[in-house]
T-cell receptor
Framework: RKEVEQDPGPFNVPEGATVAFNCTYS??????FFWYRQDCRKEPKLLMS???SGNEDGRFTAQLNRASQYISLLIRDSKLSDSATYLC???????????FGRGTSLIVHP | NAGVTQTPKFQVLKTGQSMTLQCAQD?????MYWYRQDPGMGLRLIYYSASEGTTDKGEVPNGYNVSRLNKREFSLRLESAAPSQTSVYFC?????????????FGSGTRLTVV
C-alpha cells in the first residue's frame, strides 16, 4: 500500500457543484496534514492545513479522520477557477520529510 | 517578499553535460528540499537539508548532488545529465521541517536533456 493515496480523477463537475476528495495515509504516526493546489505548469501552493477538529476556509472544508486514516477536502459552490490538481501532504511526527499524494485532478465546467 | 526563487526557469542540456540549479529563500526557513515531478509520478524527493550544514538523500538521489551553501541557498547539481533526468524540478522550504507550517515552493525549473 502506498503511503499516501489519492484518486487521480479527473473529477468533472459543473459550476456550483459540491465536490469532495479523500486522501488515505498508511502511517499511523502521521501528525501533520495539508492540502495543496497545483495549477497546470505551476508550483504547488498551500491551500490549507488540516486540523484534528476540522477547519473551514470560505468554500473549502478540510477534515481529518485518524481512526480510518484519511483526510478529506470538500469544495462547495465550485468555480471555474477551482480547476486544478489537489495534492494531499502527510508528515510523520518529527520527520523532516513530507509525503505527497499524486494528486486529484478537478475540472469545473460551465 | 520573494519567497523561494529558482533559476533558471528553463534549460536544455545535451546528454553528458553538467549544470547546477539554484534555489534561494528569504523566509529564514531551516529546511530546504529538491523535488522532481514527472507525469503520473507525482512529486519525488531528490535531496533535502533539514538545517544549514546538513544534507540527506531522498527517494531518487542517483545522478544528483546538492550543496547547502548557507541558510538561504540550496543548489542541485547534475554532473552528467541523462535523458531520464528530463523533468520539472521544484525547490521548497519550510520552517522547522514540518510541524503545521507547510512548505513553500519555487516556480520550478523545466529541464530537458536531449
Amino acid at each position: 500500500r502506498k503511503e499516501v493515496e489519492q484518486d487521480p480523477g479527473p473529477f468533472n463537475v459543473p459550476e456550483g457543484a459540491t465536490v469532495a476528495f479523500n486522501c488515505t495515509y498508511s502511517n499511523s504516526a502521521s501528525q501533520s496534514f495539508f492540502w495543496y493546489r497545483q495549477d497546470c505548469r505551476k508550483e504547488p501552493k498551500l491551500l490549507m492545513s488540516v486540523y484534528s477538529s476540522g477547519n473551514e476556509d470560505g468554500r473549502f472544508t478540510a477534515q481529518l479522520n485518524r481512526a480510518s486514516q484519511y483526510i478529506s477536502l470538500l469544495i462547495r459552490d465550485s468555480k471555474l477557477s477551482d480547476s486544478a490538481t489537489y495534492l494531499c501532504v502527510v508528515n510523520k511526527g518529527g520527520s523532516y520529510i513530507p509525503t505527497f499524494g499524486r494528486g486529484t485532478s478537478l475540472i469545473v465546467h460551465p | 517578499n520573494a519567497g523561494v526563487t529558482q533559476t533558471p526557469k528553463f534549460q536544455v542540456l545535451k546528454t553528458g553535460q553538467s549544470m547546477t540549479l539554484q534555489c534561494a529563500q528569504d523566509m529564514n526557513h531551516n529546511s530546504m528540499y529538491w523535488y522532481r515531478q514527472d507525469p503520473g509520478m507525482g512529486l519525488r524527493l531528490i535531496y533535502y537539508s533539514a538545517s544549514e550544514g546538513t544534507t540527506d538523500k531522498g527517494e531518487v538521489p542517483n545522478g544528483y548532488n546538492v550543496s547547502r551553501l548557507n541558510k538561504r541557498e540550496f543548489s542541485l547539481r547534475l554532473e552528467s545529465a541523462a535523458p531520464s533526468q528530463t523533468s520539472v524540478y521544484f525547490c521548497a522550504s519550510s520552517e522547522k521541517g514540518a510541524a503545521n507550517y507547510g512548505y513553500t515552493f519555487g516556480s520550478g525549473t523545466r529541464l530537458t536533456v536531449v
